[in-house]
């Protein structure tokens, strides 16, 4: 009986294994479509703090201060 019970529990424990294979590429590429998202924000947040940075400048150039 001993001998039955430990191939079961070898399949299961491969069967584990292979289910927690096959769903972490998805947990990856969330990660990963999140990275992008926040890399693309990062992006536009800067991209506005340059133009504010110019609009400032060039304010400044003709004599207006703030």
């Keep these: 009986m001993r001998s039955a019970r430990r191939p079961m529990s070898r399949a299961g424990l491969i069967a584990v294994c292979v289910l927690l294979l ?3 590429p998805g947990g990856c590429a969330t990660t990963q ?3 992008a998202r926040k ?3 990062s992006k536009r947040i800067l991209e506005k703090r ?7 400048q ?3 150039k ?4 703030r």
Excluded: C, F, W
Aim: net charge positive; no cysteine.
């Design 22 to 24: 096959a769903g972490a």
């Design 33 to 35: 479509e999140t990275a």
């Design 39 to 41: 890399q693309a924000e």
């Design 50 to 56: 340059e133009l504010k940075r110019k609009h400032r």
């Design 58 to 60: 060039t304010g400044r």
């Design 62 to 65: 003709r004599g207006q201060t």
